[in-house]
Each structure stands twice: as C-alpha cells, then as structure tokens.
C-alpha cells in the first residue's frame, strides 16, 4: 500500500508529549508538520468551483488555528490518533467553505464534494487502474497514464457517497482500514466490508465502461 499523506505517529507522539509539558514549540512544529498533509486534504476534497474562489492555503490555517484552540482539549483526551483528529477539523473546515460559498447550489452538499487530484494524484488512479481494471487486448492497454487515470477519477463520481469516500481514505489519502474504521466510526471488519463493497462497484463501473466502448 502506498504511503499515507499523513506523516507517521513516531515523532507526532513525542511532540504531544512535549505540547502536554507546555512546550509551546512543540505544539508550532506539531501543527507545521501537519500543514503539508491538511492542504492536500483540501486540494483533493474541495470543490473545484469552490477553489476559483477561496484561496486554499487561507482554509489550511483555518485548519491549523482551530486545531491550536482546540489542543488543549484533545490532549486531555485523546480519542484518536492525532493525524484523523486534525483530519476530522479540515474535513469539517472543508464543508463548512463549501456550504458558504455554493449556498445556491441545487444538488445535495455531498454530491458536489468533486474529486480534486493535485499534481502527482494521477499515479493513485493508476495504480488503482491497475488493481481493478485489465483492458485486455484492447486499445485501452496502450492508453496513457492520464487517460487511465481519467476513467478511474469519472468512474469513482459515478458512485454513491459512501463508497466513494471509502475508496478516497483507502487510495487516495492512503489511510489503513483500521484508520478508516475509526474515521466512520464502525469496526474493521464492517469498514474491510464497505471497502470490499465499494471496489465491487467501481470495477463493475469500469468493466461496463469497457464492454461499451470495445463492444462491435
């Protein structure tokens, strides 16, 4: 599996840790190392017409002011791994922007949360391509990376909600299922479950997409 956006929990615990003495450093380094992961959340996840609008490095400090004002409170409970707690903030920053400025919009919040991929993203789809979908002795075998990477991304908005978003975490923000199950709040094995689900009908969507385009 490929590497999380997320930077890994060794050195995020000893800087809680020192956040929780009242290291004030700490708890700037803490928030810095999380920057980088909060605006690629946000590229990926907020609406592209959104974008045209907002400046996404205002939404990251957004991010990363509330979660300053709210450590305090999250150290003296942890409830989740501190990379999905601040996940959780930018999550919530991401919709609320979106709320504010397409008030107008006629479809559902959820169905307008396009898919945004930010230069290097299209190596995910590929290689989630590649896992799910074989060609065959078709002219898609000697497709280019972008155009696998196209049919993958449309295939993914053509699914519901929940399976969309499951395979976003797990292919995308490259999150474990473990991660994942915390984040919807359900145990692993439902969370493998809904994964399983979700790959079934992205593949189908695929394979369909396929068998129209090759068909005679």
Do not use: C
Not at 144 to 157: D, G, K, L, S
Not at 186 to 207: F, G, T, W
């Amino acid at each position: 599996m490929a590497k999380s956006i997320w930077p890994s929990d060794d050195k995020t615990e000893t800087l809680l840790i020192a956040a929780k003495q009242g290291d004030v450093d700490a708890v700037n380094r803490l928030l810095e190392r999380h920057r980088v992961s909060v605006r690629r959340l946000v590229e990926m996840r907020l609406d592209r017409k959104v974008q045209r609008r907002v400046d996404v490095s205002d939404v990251v400090q957004d991010v990363l002011v509330e979660a300053s004002g709210r450590l305090d409170k999250y150290l003296d409970d942890p409830a989740m791994a501190f990379h999905l707690w601040i996940r959780q903030i930018a999550w919530d920053r991401i919709i609320d922007t979106y709320r504010r400025h397409r008030v107008s919009a006629k479809r559902s919040m959820d169905r307008e949360q396009a898919m945004v991929m930010p230069g290097g993203q299209d190596q995910s789809s590929v290689e989630l391509a590649a896992q799910l979908w074989d060609p065959g002795p078709t002219p898609a075998a000697a497709a280019t990376q972008r155009e696998i990477a196209a049919r993958v991304e449309a295939a993914i908005e053509q699914l519901g909600e929940q399976d969309r978003e499951i395979i976003l975490m797990r292919h995308y923000e490259h999150l474990s299922n473990l991660e994942i199950a915390e984040v919807l709040g359900v145990n692993p094995p439902a969370a493998s479950m809904r994964y399983l689900r979700a790959v079934r009908r992205l593949r189908e969507l695929l394979d369909s997409e396929a068998g129209d385009e090759y068909a005679p």
